[in-house]
């Protein structure tokens, strides 16, 4: 008896994904729940774990392919009897192939086609944007489930005048590119792009051309932090088992920030502004598979030390690929340090539906005049990009001075001051 291996739920509003690798091959050994397959989405990579042990006996969809919901991906057969039929077996995945994908292009179809005939009713909050600028559902592509209209997809057509399907600019990030030399064409490389880099090359040019961006600077002296560290960092590490960092520090400084500036925490819904009486932060992490934000949830309510903890927990599972959609879903404010790779200065684009992000920057000596005098002091450059729509400049400028003094009188963070 076979046991079949299906697409498993891939999270709220993600309807289909892409096989990526598959790490067994056919006559292969499994053991249950180890992983046989990565399957790639619009927002992150997951492994698909064996349902029971046994053989490889089929695989249905290959690499490159690309699944709806519940498709049938492969097959393991019982025991180890299996392992002598992959000899006979290879024409069959081979024979069977052509005729499985029509259940798998038929859910992509349907997904495709849902636009026009949509099983889903509107969102709410998206009904009420296409009322108020007088369009109608069918005339919106919707990337939900059962293609259903939401409110991103509605800001994505408002954004490109609604001349044509909203949906269609999406399959061309960039204009076509002429062509090359006959000398250049055989050192080029052509790759497709997975679904996470068209996912955000998509968002960030749909932020670029939905929000009133804008970027505010300044410039904070990290003595203070960087002596509190080394001052205890042997102690701290000891005691909570994991080491001090920066991100710890200026976490919790965002988050008393935010607290005294909400508009720079909340987002924009048609025309209402949703205010968040929380911090959920989103911390930007290059992985070998492109940028991913997970996010420290109710960060402003966490000591240093937890969030130091979080933070090490979330960056070993994005460099793993194994960030669950909980764990990128909710942020409420953005963190990007491009320090890390020896930024000295960066304008940061929004992580929409966000209205703030602090770019932190590499620690540089510098020499700085502090009381009539030229002292050298370990500067960084902080940059706050945000949504000039909801932020106004006083208050933008404002959140990043609270930032700059919680960091350089760092008690401040200890006192909740």
């Known amino acids: 008896m ?52 046994g053989t490889l006996s089929e695989i249905v969809v290959a690499a490159g392919e690309t699944v709806g919901l519940g498709a049938l991906l492969g097959q393991i057969a019982e025991g180890a009897v299996a392992a002598a039929a992959p000899a006979a ?18 859910a992509a179809a349907s997904s495709s086609s849902s636009a026009s005939v949509s099983t889903m009713p509107p969102a709410p909050a998206a009904s009420k944007m296409l009322a108020e600028n007088n369009l109608s559902a069918d005339q919106v592509d919707g990337s939900g489930k059962r293609g259903q209209v939401l409110k991103g997809d509605v800001i994505a057509a408002v954004a490109k005048g609604i001349s044509a399907p909203a949906a269609a600019p999406a399959a061309t990030p960039a204009a076509p590119r002429g062509p090359s030399t006959v000398e250049d064409a055989s050192r080029e490389e052509r790759v497709k792009m997975t679904r996470l880099r068209q996912t955000i090359a998509k968002r ?12 505010t600077y300044n410039e904070v ?6 002596d509190l560290r080394n ?9 909570h088992g994991v080491k001090l960092g920066f991100m710890g520090f200026f976490t919790k400084a965002v988050t008393h920030a935010l607290k005294e500036l909400p508009a720079v925490n909340a987002e924009i819904d048609g025309t209402d502004l949703i205010y968040k009486n929380y911090c959920h932060v989103g911390m930007a992490v290059g992985t070998d598979k492109g940028l991913v934000v997970p996010v420290i949830r109710d960060a402003d309510q966490m000591s240093i030390a937890e969030i130091e903890k979080e933070l090490g927990r979330l960056a070993k599972a994005a460099r793993d690929g194994s960030l669950s959609m909980a764990d990128m879903q909710g942020g409420t404010f953005t963190i990007t340090n491009g320090g890390v790779y020896g930024s000295l200065m960066s304008s940061p684009i929004l992580n929409a539906p966000q209205s703030g992000i602090l770019g932190m920057h590499k620690i540089q000596e510098r020499p700085v005049a502090i009381g009539g005098q030229v002292v050298i002091r370990p500067m960084m450059y902080l940059a706050l990009s945000y949504d000039h729509r909801i932020v106004d400049g006083k208050e933008a400028v404002t959140f990043l001075v609270r930032v700059k003094e919680s960091l350089e009188d ?5 006192l909740d001051l």
């Open 410 to 414: 760092p008690e401040r963070l200890v």
């Open 2 to 53: 076979a046991t079949e291996i299906r697409v498993p739920t891939l999270g709220e509003s993600v309807s289909e994904a892409t096989v990526g690798t598959w790490f067994k091959k056919v006559g292969d050994a499994i053991k249950a729940d180890e992983p046989i397959l990565e399957l790639e989405t619009d927002k992150v990579t997951i492994e698909v774990p064996a349902p029971t042990s």
């Open 231 to 239: 001052k205890y960092k042997d102690i701290f590490e000891k005691k």
């Open 89 to 106: 077996a290879p024409a069959q995945p081979a024979a069977a192939a052509p005729a499985q994908p029509a259940p798998v292009a038929a």
């Open 204 to 215: 960030l040019k749909d932020a670029q051309n939905t929000a009133a961006m804008l970027t």
């Open 221 to 226: 002296d990290m003595k203070a932090v960087m």
